[in-house]
Protein backbone atom coordinates (compact mmCIF):
# COMPACT_ATOMS: atom_id res chain seq x y z
CA UNK A 1 0.00 0.00 0.00
CA UNK A 2 3.29 2.37 0.97
CA UNK A 3 4.83 1.65 -2.53
CA UNK A 4 1.36 2.23 -4.60
CA UNK A 5 0.97 5.67 -2.57
CA UNK A 6 3.91 7.16 -3.01
CA UNK A 7 4.14 5.87 -6.89
CA UNK A 8 0.76 7.72 -7.38
CA UNK A 9 1.26 11.23 -5.84
CA UNK A 10 4.70 12.41 -7.62
CA UNK A 11 2.06 11.62 -10.90
CA UNK A 12 -0.60 13.98 -9.27
CA UNK A 13 2.31 16.77 -8.68
CA UNK A 14 3.60 16.84 -12.07
CA UNK A 15 -0.18 17.32 -13.25
CA UNK A 16 -0.41 20.15 -10.97
CA UNK A 17 2.98 22.08 -12.26
CA UNK A 18 1.89 21.76 -16.08
CA UNK A 19 -1.11 23.43 -15.04
CA UNK A 20 0.14 25.96 -13.15
CA UNK A 21 2.55 27.11 -15.95
CA UNK A 22 -0.12 26.54 -18.90
CA UNK A 23 -2.68 29.26 -16.47
CA UNK A 24 1.09 31.17 -16.08
CA UNK A 25 1.51 31.01 -19.29
CA UNK A 26 -1.89 32.37 -20.49
CA UNK A 27 -1.99 34.72 -18.00
CA UNK A 28 1.19 36.57 -19.43
CA UNK A 29 -0.09 35.85 -22.76
CA UNK A 30 -3.11 37.68 -21.97
CA UNK A 31 -1.35 40.25 -19.88
CA UNK A 32 0.78 40.79 -23.02
CA UNK A 33 -2.26 41.18 -25.56
CA UNK A 34 -4.03 43.39 -23.85
CA UNK A 35 -0.82 45.40 -23.67
CA UNK A 36 -0.16 45.11 -27.07
CA UNK A 37 -3.80 45.63 -28.19
CA UNK A 38 -3.69 49.56 -27.91
CA UNK A 39 -0.94 49.66 -30.25
CA UNK A 40 -2.47 47.59 -33.06
CA UNK A 41 -6.20 48.76 -32.56
CA UNK A 42 -6.99 52.89 -31.64
CA UNK A 43 -10.59 53.59 -30.86
CA UNK A 44 -11.45 57.56 -31.94
CA UNK A 45 -13.86 59.16 -29.38
CA UNK A 46 -16.71 61.20 -30.06
CA UNK A 47 -16.11 65.25 -30.28
CA UNK A 48 -12.09 64.05 -31.60
CA UNK A 49 -10.12 62.63 -34.49
CA UNK A 50 -7.18 61.24 -34.89
CA UNK A 51 -3.73 61.49 -37.02
CA UNK A 52 -1.25 58.78 -37.23
CA UNK A 53 2.12 57.39 -38.60
CA UNK A 54 2.87 54.38 -39.65
CA UNK A 55 5.18 52.63 -37.31
CA UNK A 56 7.74 50.98 -40.42
CA UNK A 57 6.61 53.78 -43.20
CA UNK A 58 5.80 56.23 -41.62
CA UNK A 59 3.04 57.08 -43.76
CA UNK A 60 0.13 59.47 -42.25
CA UNK A 61 -3.80 58.78 -42.17
CA UNK A 62 -6.50 60.42 -40.46
CA UNK A 63 -9.46 58.91 -38.87
CA UNK A 64 -12.00 61.45 -38.49
CA UNK A 65 -15.19 59.36 -37.60
CA UNK A 66 -15.56 57.71 -34.42
CA UNK A 67 -14.82 54.27 -33.99
CA UNK A 68 -11.77 50.84 -33.84
CA UNK A 69 -9.19 51.55 -36.64
CA UNK A 70 -6.22 49.74 -36.75
CA UNK A 71 -3.08 51.42 -35.50
CA UNK A 72 -0.19 48.64 -35.62
CA UNK A 73 2.03 50.18 -33.28
CA UNK A 74 1.46 53.72 -35.37
CA UNK A 75 2.57 57.12 -33.70
CA UNK A 76 -1.37 58.68 -33.03
CA UNK A 77 -2.04 61.79 -31.72
CA UNK A 78 -5.40 62.71 -30.91
CA UNK A 79 -7.39 66.35 -31.73
CA UNK A 80 -10.74 68.16 -30.82
CA UNK A 81 -13.13 68.43 -33.62
CA UNK A 82 -14.00 72.04 -31.79
CA UNK A 83 -12.46 73.73 -28.78
CA UNK A 84 -13.26 77.33 -26.97
CA UNK A 85 -10.28 79.51 -26.69
CA UNK A 86 -10.04 81.76 -23.88
CA UNK A 87 -7.91 84.42 -23.27
CA UNK A 88 -9.59 85.39 -19.58
CA UNK A 89 -8.09 87.24 -16.57
CA UNK A 90 -7.86 85.22 -13.18
CA UNK A 91 -10.97 85.86 -11.80
CA UNK A 92 -12.52 84.72 -14.88
CA UNK A 93 -10.62 81.45 -14.53
CA UNK A 94 -13.52 79.04 -14.15
CA UNK A 95 -14.47 79.54 -17.41
CA UNK A 96 -11.16 78.97 -19.00
CA UNK A 97 -9.50 75.50 -19.46
CA UNK A 98 -9.74 73.34 -16.51
CA UNK A 99 -7.08 73.46 -13.92
CA UNK A 100 -6.38 76.98 -15.64
CA UNK A 101 -5.18 79.54 -12.95
CA UNK A 102 -3.57 81.63 -15.19
CA UNK A 103 -4.44 85.37 -16.15
CA UNK A 104 -4.67 84.60 -19.80
CA UNK A 105 -6.06 87.98 -20.59
CA UNK A 106 -4.60 90.25 -23.48
CA UNK A 107 -3.15 93.66 -22.67
CA UNK A 108 -3.69 96.16 -25.47
CA UNK A 109 -2.19 100.18 -25.51
CA UNK A 110 -4.45 102.51 -26.95
CA UNK A 111 -3.63 105.42 -29.57
CA UNK A 112 -3.61 107.76 -25.80
CA UNK A 113 -0.83 105.75 -24.14
CA UNK A 114 -3.08 104.57 -21.98
CA UNK A 115 -3.21 100.44 -21.26
CA UNK A 116 -5.95 97.87 -21.00
CA UNK A 117 -6.44 94.70 -20.36
CA UNK A 118 -8.94 92.86 -22.77
CA UNK A 119 -10.91 89.20 -21.67
CA UNK A 120 -12.65 87.36 -24.00
CA UNK A 121 -13.31 83.81 -25.87
CA UNK A 122 -13.70 82.37 -29.15
CA UNK A 123 -14.83 78.89 -31.12
CA UNK A 124 -12.12 77.16 -32.75
CA UNK A 125 -13.39 74.77 -35.43
CA UNK A 126 -10.89 72.45 -36.70
CA UNK A 127 -10.53 70.85 -40.06
CA UNK A 128 -13.34 68.25 -41.18
CA UNK A 129 -11.33 66.72 -43.78
CA UNK A 130 -8.46 64.18 -43.86
CA UNK A 131 -5.66 66.56 -45.74
CA UNK A 132 -6.02 69.55 -43.70
CA UNK A 133 -6.10 67.60 -40.38
CA UNK A 134 -2.61 65.89 -41.87
CA UNK A 135 -1.78 69.12 -43.05
CA UNK A 136 -1.63 70.76 -39.03
CA UNK A 137 0.58 68.65 -38.19
CA UNK A 138 3.02 67.45 -41.42
CA UNK A 139 3.06 71.22 -43.21
CA UNK A 140 2.07 73.32 -40.31
CA UNK A 141 4.01 71.23 -38.00
CA UNK A 142 1.66 71.52 -35.00
CA UNK A 143 2.49 68.91 -32.13
CA UNK A 144 -1.15 68.69 -30.47
CA UNK A 145 -4.18 71.46 -30.14
CA UNK A 146 -2.08 73.54 -27.14
CA UNK A 147 0.42 73.99 -29.62
CA UNK A 148 -1.71 75.16 -32.11
CA UNK A 149 -3.59 77.31 -29.57
CA UNK A 150 -0.14 78.67 -27.95
CA UNK A 151 1.62 79.54 -31.88
CA UNK A 152 -1.10 80.46 -34.29
CA UNK A 153 -4.52 81.16 -32.21
CA UNK A 154 -3.17 83.07 -29.64
CA UNK A 155 -1.17 85.40 -31.67
CA UNK A 156 -3.61 86.09 -34.26
CA UNK A 157 -6.22 86.95 -31.52
CA UNK A 158 -3.68 89.26 -30.18
CA UNK A 159 -2.36 91.13 -32.57
CA UNK A 160 -6.41 92.19 -34.00
CA UNK A 161 -6.80 93.18 -30.39
CA UNK A 162 -3.56 95.32 -30.22
CA UNK A 163 -4.17 96.74 -33.75
CA UNK A 164 -7.32 97.37 -32.91
CA UNK A 165 -6.73 99.70 -29.91
CA UNK A 166 -4.11 101.45 -31.58
CA UNK A 167 -6.83 102.94 -33.52
CA UNK A 168 -9.15 104.34 -31.02
CA UNK A 169 -8.84 106.08 -27.36
CA UNK A 170 -9.51 104.63 -24.59
CA UNK A 171 -12.45 106.49 -23.87
CA UNK A 172 -13.35 105.85 -27.19
CA UNK A 173 -12.93 102.33 -26.30
CA UNK A 174 -14.94 103.09 -23.38
CA UNK A 175 -18.02 104.60 -24.75
CA UNK A 176 -18.97 105.63 -28.20
CA UNK A 177 -16.67 103.07 -30.32
CA UNK A 178 -16.62 99.77 -28.19
CA UNK A 179 -18.78 98.42 -30.84
CA UNK A 180 -16.31 99.20 -33.27
CA UNK A 181 -13.69 97.95 -31.35
CA UNK A 182 -15.01 94.56 -31.25
CA UNK A 183 -16.14 94.99 -34.73
CA UNK A 184 -12.46 95.44 -35.96
CA UNK A 185 -10.95 93.14 -33.82
CA UNK A 186 -13.18 90.21 -34.66
CA UNK A 187 -12.68 91.19 -38.83
CA UNK A 188 -8.94 91.42 -38.52
CA UNK A 189 -8.85 88.25 -36.30
CA UNK A 190 -10.93 86.54 -39.64
CA UNK A 191 -9.46 88.06 -42.30
CA UNK A 192 -5.76 89.17 -41.27
CA UNK A 193 -4.47 92.79 -39.97
CA UNK A 194 -5.31 95.95 -41.38
CA UNK A 195 -2.97 97.75 -43.55
CA UNK A 196 -2.40 101.02 -41.86
CA UNK A 197 -0.80 104.29 -42.52
CA UNK A 198 0.33 106.81 -39.72
CA UNK A 199 -0.89 110.62 -38.50
CA UNK A 200 0.51 112.60 -35.76
CA UNK A 201 -1.79 114.23 -33.61
CA UNK A 202 -2.04 116.44 -30.09
CA UNK A 203 -3.95 114.76 -27.44
CA UNK A 204 -4.17 114.93 -23.73
CA UNK A 205 -2.59 111.93 -22.23
CA UNK A 206 -4.72 109.97 -19.83
CA UNK A 207 -2.57 109.04 -17.24
CA UNK A 208 -0.47 112.51 -17.11
CA UNK A 209 -2.83 115.09 -18.07
CA UNK A 210 -0.46 116.76 -20.88
CA UNK A 211 -0.79 117.50 -24.29
CA UNK A 212 1.61 115.37 -26.44
CA UNK A 213 2.00 114.65 -30.16
CA UNK A 214 1.12 110.50 -30.40
CA UNK A 215 1.36 108.54 -33.74
CA UNK A 216 -2.25 107.34 -34.59
CA UNK A 217 -3.22 104.16 -37.32
CA UNK A 218 -5.36 105.60 -39.95
CA UNK A 219 -6.57 102.24 -41.95
CA UNK A 220 -5.82 102.33 -45.79
CA UNK A 221 -9.07 101.62 -47.66
CA UNK A 222 -10.08 101.33 -51.31
CA UNK A 223 -12.26 103.77 -52.97
CA UNK A 224 -15.34 101.89 -51.85
CA UNK A 225 -14.31 101.86 -48.70
CA UNK A 226 -13.43 98.43 -48.45
CA UNK A 227 -10.11 98.00 -45.82
CA UNK A 228 -6.88 96.38 -47.02
CA UNK A 229 -6.16 93.36 -45.49
CA UNK A 230 -2.53 91.43 -44.81
CA UNK A 231 -2.10 88.42 -45.38
CA UNK A 232 -3.98 85.93 -43.10
CA UNK A 233 -2.10 83.93 -40.77
CA UNK A 234 -5.12 81.33 -40.67
CA UNK A 235 -4.76 80.67 -44.33
CA UNK A 236 -4.60 77.11 -45.27
CA UNK A 237 -4.93 75.63 -42.03
CA UNK A 238 -8.83 74.44 -42.62
CA UNK A 239 -9.73 75.69 -39.30
CA UNK A 240 -12.84 77.98 -38.52
CA UNK A 241 -13.10 80.87 -35.96
CA UNK A 242 -16.86 81.56 -34.81
CA UNK A 243 -18.25 82.87 -31.28
CA UNK A 244 -16.12 86.02 -30.88
CA UNK A 245 -16.92 87.82 -27.86
CA UNK A 246 -15.08 90.12 -25.83
CA UNK A 247 -16.22 90.04 -21.55
CA UNK A 248 -14.51 92.60 -20.71
CA UNK A 249 -11.97 95.55 -20.58
CA UNK A 250 -9.96 96.49 -17.57
CA UNK A 251 -8.23 99.71 -17.22
CA UNK A 252 -5.99 100.75 -15.00
CA UNK A 253 -7.65 102.84 -11.92
CA UNK A 254 -5.98 106.09 -12.81
CA UNK A 255 -7.17 105.58 -16.67
CA UNK A 256 -11.06 104.72 -15.71
CA UNK A 257 -10.71 108.37 -13.49
CA UNK A 258 -9.34 110.17 -16.58
CA UNK A 259 -11.98 108.70 -18.63
CA UNK A 260 -14.59 109.87 -16.38
CA UNK A 261 -13.53 113.64 -16.24
CA UNK A 262 -13.93 113.59 -19.97
CA UNK A 263 -17.02 111.46 -20.27
CA UNK A 264 -18.12 113.98 -17.53
CA UNK A 265 -16.53 116.98 -19.62
CA UNK A 266 -18.16 115.81 -22.79
CA UNK A 267 -21.53 115.29 -20.93
CA UNK A 268 -21.25 119.06 -20.27
CA UNK A 269 -19.81 119.83 -23.64
CA UNK A 270 -22.86 118.24 -25.48
CA UNK A 271 -25.16 119.72 -22.37
CA UNK A 272 -24.09 123.00 -23.45
CA UNK A 273 -24.36 122.13 -27.27
CA UNK A 274 -27.90 120.75 -26.48
CA UNK A 275 -28.37 124.14 -24.65
CA UNK A 276 -27.16 126.34 -27.32
CA UNK A 277 -29.39 124.11 -29.89
CA UNK A 278 -32.46 124.47 -27.67
CA UNK A 279 -32.04 128.50 -27.38
CA UNK A 280 -30.94 128.55 -31.02
CA UNK A 281 -33.99 126.61 -32.10
CA UNK A 282 -35.83 128.44 -29.36
CA UNK A 283 -35.08 131.74 -31.30
CA UNK A 284 -35.59 130.52 -34.63
CA UNK A 285 -38.89 129.56 -33.20
CA UNK A 286 -39.71 133.13 -31.79
CA UNK A 287 -38.38 134.81 -35.02
CA UNK A 288 -40.69 131.83 -37.24
CA UNK A 289 -43.56 132.45 -34.61
CA UNK A 290 -42.78 136.43 -35.26
CA UNK A 291 -43.09 136.32 -39.21
CA UNK A 292 -45.95 134.23 -38.84
CA UNK A 293 -47.42 137.03 -36.70
CA UNK A 294 -46.44 139.49 -39.18
CA UNK A 295 -47.50 138.06 -42.26
CA UNK A 296 -50.79 137.28 -39.80
CA UNK A 297 -51.48 140.21 -39.21
CA UNK A 298 -50.46 141.37 -42.80
CA UNK A 299 -52.96 139.02 -44.02
CA UNK A 300 -55.27 140.22 -41.42
CA UNK A 301 -54.77 144.07 -42.15
CA UNK A 302 -54.99 143.04 -45.80
CA UNK A 303 -58.28 140.81 -45.32
CA UNK A 304 -59.64 143.80 -43.41
CA UNK A 305 -58.97 146.29 -46.37
CA UNK A 306 -60.67 143.85 -48.60
CA UNK A 307 -63.56 143.58 -45.96
CA UNK A 308 -63.37 147.58 -45.82
CA UNK A 309 -63.21 148.29 -49.63
CA UNK A 310 -65.69 145.47 -50.45
CA UNK A 311 -68.03 146.87 -47.52
CA UNK A 312 -67.15 150.45 -49.14
CA UNK A 313 -67.43 149.49 -52.36
CA UNK A 314 -71.24 147.71 -51.04
CA UNK A 315 -72.06 150.89 -49.23
CA UNK A 316 -71.24 152.45 -51.87
CA UNK A 317 -73.50 150.51 -54.66
CA UNK A 318 -75.70 150.61 -51.71
CA UNK A 319 -76.00 154.53 -51.47
CA UNK A 320 -75.68 154.77 -55.59
CA UNK A 321 -79.07 152.21 -55.52
CA UNK A 322 -80.56 154.72 -52.99
CA UNK A 323 -80.16 157.72 -54.75
CA UNK A 324 -81.35 155.87 -57.82
CA UNK A 325 -83.96 154.94 -55.97
CA UNK A 326 -85.24 158.48 -54.43
CA UNK A 327 -83.98 160.08 -57.88
CA UNK A 328 -86.26 157.65 -59.64
CA UNK A 329 -88.87 158.32 -56.58
CA UNK A 330 -88.13 162.37 -57.20
CA UNK A 331 -88.55 162.15 -60.39
CA UNK A 332 -92.40 159.38 -60.19
CA UNK A 333 -93.25 162.88 -57.13
CA UNK A 334 -92.15 165.47 -59.58
CA UNK A 335 -93.95 163.52 -62.24
CA UNK A 336 -96.67 162.68 -59.81
CA UNK A 337 -96.71 166.95 -58.81
CA UNK A 338 -96.24 167.95 -62.13
CA UNK A 339 -99.49 165.70 -62.79
CA UNK A 340 -101.20 166.39 -60.24
CA UNK A 341 -100.84 170.19 -60.51
CA UNK A 342 -101.83 169.54 -64.00
CA UNK A 343 -104.76 168.28 -63.01
CA UNK A 344 -105.69 170.77 -60.38
CA UNK A 345 -104.97 173.35 -62.70
CA UNK A 346 -107.19 171.54 -64.78
CA UNK A 347 -110.00 170.99 -61.86
CA UNK A 348 -109.37 174.58 -61.13
CA UNK A 349 -109.59 175.91 -64.51
CA UNK A 350 -112.95 173.32 -64.90
CA UNK A 351 -114.27 174.94 -61.61
CA UNK A 352 -113.72 178.30 -62.76
CA UNK A 353 -115.15 177.70 -65.63
CA UNK A 354 -118.21 175.53 -64.44
CA UNK A 355 -118.67 178.46 -61.84
CA UNK A 356 -117.56 181.42 -64.47
CA UNK A 357 -120.70 179.49 -66.70
CA UNK A 358 -122.95 179.24 -63.92
CA UNK A 359 -122.81 182.76 -63.05
CA UNK A 360 -123.06 183.28 -66.15
CA UNK A 361 -125.97 181.34 -66.36
CA UNK A 362 -127.89 182.57 -63.61
CA UNK A 363 -125.95 185.65 -62.27
CA UNK A 364 -124.71 183.97 -59.47
CA UNK A 365 -128.25 183.65 -58.22
CA UNK A 366 -127.47 181.23 -55.55
CA UNK A 367 -124.57 182.67 -54.26
CA UNK A 368 -126.46 186.29 -54.02
CA UNK A 369 -129.32 184.27 -52.33
CA UNK A 370 -127.70 182.44 -49.89
CA UNK A 371 -125.39 185.84 -48.80
CA UNK A 372 -129.34 187.19 -48.57
CA UNK A 373 -129.84 184.48 -46.42
CA UNK A 374 -127.25 185.22 -44.08
CA UNK A 375 -127.61 188.58 -43.81
CA UNK A 376 -131.13 188.94 -43.31
CA UNK A 377 -131.22 186.32 -40.74
CA UNK A 378 -128.30 188.57 -39.32
CA UNK A 379 -130.45 191.82 -39.59
CA UNK A 380 -133.56 189.75 -38.24
CA UNK A 381 -131.90 188.38 -35.46
CA UNK A 382 -130.37 191.67 -34.30
CA UNK A 383 -133.68 193.02 -35.08
CA UNK A 384 -135.24 191.39 -33.03
CA UNK A 385 -133.62 192.74 -29.90
CA UNK A 386 -134.54 196.06 -30.26
CA UNK A 387 -137.63 197.53 -28.69
CA UNK A 388 -139.59 199.14 -31.31
CA UNK A 389 -142.65 200.79 -29.30
CA UNK A 390 -141.60 204.00 -28.25
CA UNK A 391 -143.53 206.09 -25.46
CA UNK A 392 -143.66 209.05 -27.52
CA UNK A 393 -145.51 208.46 -31.04
CA UNK A 394 -145.27 211.52 -34.00
CA UNK A 395 -147.05 211.80 -36.73
CA UNK A 396 -150.45 211.20 -37.51
CA UNK A 397 -152.54 209.44 -34.57
CA UNK A 398 -155.98 210.49 -35.46
CA UNK A 399 -157.35 208.93 -38.90
CA UNK A 400 -155.10 205.75 -40.83
CA UNK A 401 -151.36 205.23 -40.17
CA UNK A 402 -149.45 205.39 -43.30
CA UNK A 403 -147.68 202.49 -42.16
CA UNK A 404 -145.71 200.99 -39.81
CA UNK A 405 -142.47 202.69 -39.62
CA UNK A 406 -139.93 199.98 -38.13
CA UNK A 407 -141.61 197.94 -41.44
CA UNK A 408 -140.48 200.26 -43.62
CA UNK A 409 -137.21 200.25 -42.41
CA UNK A 410 -136.96 196.31 -42.91
CA UNK A 411 -138.32 196.76 -46.48
CA UNK A 412 -135.49 199.39 -46.68
CA UNK A 413 -132.91 197.54 -45.70
CA UNK A 414 -133.89 195.03 -47.61
CA UNK A 415 -133.40 196.86 -50.49
CA UNK A 416 -130.05 198.00 -49.86
CA UNK A 417 -129.05 194.96 -49.51
CA UNK A 418 -130.50 193.66 -52.40
CA UNK A 419 -129.34 196.63 -54.19
CA UNK A 420 -125.94 195.93 -52.65
CA UNK A 421 -125.57 192.42 -53.95
CA UNK A 422 -127.47 193.28 -57.12
CA UNK A 423 -129.99 190.65 -56.61
CA UNK A 424 -133.44 190.94 -59.09
CA UNK A 425 -135.77 188.58 -57.08
CA UNK A 426 -138.10 188.61 -60.43
CA UNK A 427 -137.64 185.94 -62.69
CA UNK A 428 -136.97 186.88 -65.90
CA UNK A 429 -139.04 186.01 -68.99
CA UNK A 430 -138.39 183.53 -71.46
CA UNK A 431 -134.95 180.92 -71.48
CA UNK A 432 -133.06 181.44 -68.11
CA UNK A 433 -129.79 181.40 -69.89
CA UNK A 434 -130.49 184.39 -71.28
CA UNK A 435 -130.34 186.36 -67.98
CA UNK A 436 -127.45 188.63 -66.99
CA UNK A 437 -125.79 188.11 -63.69
CA UNK A 438 -127.87 191.27 -62.73
CA UNK A 439 -131.02 189.72 -63.86
CA UNK A 440 -131.46 191.60 -66.87
CA UNK A 441 -132.78 189.98 -69.37
CA UNK A 442 -130.87 189.99 -73.00
Known sequence: MKDDYDE??????????KMTITL????ITVIVGLLLSRMIVATVEKGTYQIKQAAVTGKMSAKMTPGLWLRLFGDIQVWPKAATFYFTAEEEEGEGREGSNQDRSIEVRFNDGSVCAVSGTMRIVFPTDKQHA???????????????????????VRNALRLTANLLTARESYSEKRADF?????????NGIYETREEERLVKDLVTGEEVYRTFKIIKKDPDGRPHYMKNPLEGHGITLAN???KSFVYAEKVMQQIEKQNQALMEVSTARARAKEAEQRARTVEAEGKANVMKSKYEAEQTKVVSEVEAERDKRVAELEAEKELAVAKLRKQAAEFDKEKNILIGEGEAKKKRLIMEADGALQQKLETYERVMAKFAEEFAKQKWVPEM?????????SGNSAMAFIDLMTMKAMNDLGLELKIPKGNINTTTPTGVSQ
Open 8 to 17: IIPERRGISL
Open 24 to 27: ILLA
Open 134 to 156: IDLVTVHGYEDYEDLELKLILPV
Open 182 to 190: IFWAWDQIQ
Open 244 to 246: FEI
Open 393 to 401: MMGNCGGEA
